[in-house]
């Protein structure tokens, strides 16, 4: 299995101004957006966190994390590079100015 995480940083403590982040948007569209698009190259599963505090009880550093689900980097790929993959993108722009960071990861056998 292997894991695409997009993680929407929250401004640093000493910003004065937090990112615009829609969460209405986010969750009644661009997630349903995400889904339409890539289930048919492999999407398996979606997973959204909302940030609540840091582990300290300070502000969370993430906004919004996001983690989708494909059964291989293949299928990933498939989904990232194929033919709505640049609208799922386009779309990041309608709910937020948050530059989001990318992660791809594998799941550990437990």
Sequence with gaps: MVIFSVFYPAAKPTAK???RFDHD????????LVKEAFAATGLKGVLVLKGV???????????????????SAEAL????NGPRGAEVLADIAAFTDAKPLTQVSSRSPT
């Design 17 to 19: 101004k937090q990112p």
């Design 25 to 32: 948007y986010f969750d009644q569209t661009h997630i349903p």
């Design 77 to 80: 790929q498939a989904s990232v």
């Design 53 to 71: 505090s840091a582990g300290d009880g300070g502000p969370a550093p993430y906004l919004v994390q996001t983690h989708l689900s494909f059964d």
